[in-house]
C-alpha cells in the first residue's frame, strides 16, 4: 500500500484527541512512518504574549498530546507538571493570575521565545521542537504570522480569547471574534502544498469558530481545500445537539450558527458550493440530521463521535480516514465522480 497522504486542521483539546486517533487508524493500516504520512494544520489563534515568553496552547497541546507528555485531566499543559515558577510570577504580580503557567511548560515557551529571538520563524521552531519526541506526524502552524484571537464584547470592548476564557470562561457574550492581521497573513510554509497533496484533509472535532475558523481565515487556505483533489472530510464537534467541552456553543451563537451537527456543517459549507466540506461525520445521536447534511451537498457519515479512550478515537478517524480512503480495494469515494447522495449513512 502507498502511503496515504492525511492532513488534519485541528485545534487543541478535542484536536489532540482526534490526531492521536488518526496516528492510531493509520498505523492500525500498517503505515509504520506515519510522519510521513500525517501532517498537522494547527490553530495559532490562541496564542499570545505573557510574563515575556510567546505561547501557543493549541500547537503546545498537539505536540504534548503526541509526545505522551500531556496532561490529559486539564486538556493542555504538561502532566506532573509544578508551579513553583508560577508561584513566583503571583508573587511579583506578574503575568495574569488567572493563568497558570507550569515549570516544565515554562521550558517550552522559554525555549521557543528564545528561537524567535534568535529570528527562527513559527514554523522553524515548531519543527525544532518537534525533534525532541518522536510524533510520528509532521506538526504545521496554521501561519508564522501573530493574528491572536479577540474577542469582541458589547460597548467596544475587546479581550484577548485567552482572558475571555481562562478568567471569565466565555461568561461575556460576544458579539464576534476578530484575528487582527489575518488579512495581511499567508498560510505557513508547506500548508498549501500538504493540502495540495494531500489523499484526504480531515476537519477535528475543534471548534467551528475559535480553532478551525482561524485556519480557514488564513488568506490561501480556503483556495487549498477548494483545489485540492483530495476529499475534505469534517468531524462535528456537536453530538446529540451539545458541545463535548470548552465553549464552542456560546461562540456558535455569537456568530449566529445553531449549535447543531447540521449548523455547523450548514457553516462550514459543501465544497461544491464554495465550501470547505464533501463530508461530514455525525453521531448516531444526530442520526437525524443525516438527510439535512445531505441537503448541503455534504456526504453525512453517521458513526460514533465520543473518543472516550484511545481505540474510540482510532475508530472514529478510521471512519474518516474510510470515507476517503477506502481500507479495502473496493472504490472509495471522490466528490468529483459521488454527490452528497451517494450516502453511506453508516461509517
Ligand atoms: N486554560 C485554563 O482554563 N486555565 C489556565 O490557566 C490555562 C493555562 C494554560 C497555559 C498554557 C497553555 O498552553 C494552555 C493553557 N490553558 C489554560 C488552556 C488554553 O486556554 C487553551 O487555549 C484552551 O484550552 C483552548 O484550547
Known sequence: MSTPRVVVLAGGVGGSKFVLGVRAALRARGVTDTASALTVVVNTGDDLWLSGVRLQPDVDSVTYALAGVNDTERGWGRQGDTERVNHELQEWGAGWPWFTLGDLDLGTHLARTGWLREGLTPTEVLERMSRRWALGARLLPMTDAEVDTVVLLDGDRRLHFQE????????????????????????????????????VVLVAPSNPVVSIGPILAVP?????????????????????????????D??????????????????????????????????????????????????????????????????????????????????????????????????
Open 164 to 199: 475571555w476564557w481562562t478568567r471569565h470562561r466565555a461568561a461575556l457574550a460576544p458579539i464576534g471574534f476578530d484575528n487582527p492581521g489575518i488579512e495581511a497573513a499567508v498560510p505557513a510554509p508547506g500548508v498549501v502544498e500538504a493540502i495540495a497533496a494531500a489523499d
Open 220 to 248: 490561501g487556505v480556503r483556495e487549498a481545500l477548494a483545489t485540492t483533489p483530495a476529499p475534505v472530510v469534517g468531524v462535528s464537534p456537536i453530538i446529540g445537539g451539545r458541545v463535548v467541552r470548552g465553549m464552542a
Open 250 to 347: 456560546v461562540c456558535l451563537s455569537a456568530i449566529g450558527v445553531e449549535t447543531s451537527a447540521a449548523a455547523v456543517a450548514a457553516h462550514y459549507g459543501a465544497r461544491r458550493d464554495g465550501g470547505v466540506l464533501d463530508a461530514w461525520l455525525i453521531a448516531e445521536e444526530d442520526e437525524a440530521a443525516a438527510t439535512e447534511v445531505g441537503g448541503l451537498g455534504i456526504r453525512p457519515l453517521v458513526t460514533p463521535l465520543w473518543m472516550t479512550d484511545a481505540a474510540r478515537s482510532s475508530a472514529l478517524a478510521e471512519a474518516a480516514l474510510a470515507a476517503a480512503l477506502p481500507a479495502s480495494r473496493e472504490g472509495g469515494f471522490s466528490p468529483a465522480t459521488d454527490g452528497p447522495d451517494d450516502v453511506t449513512t453508516r461509517a
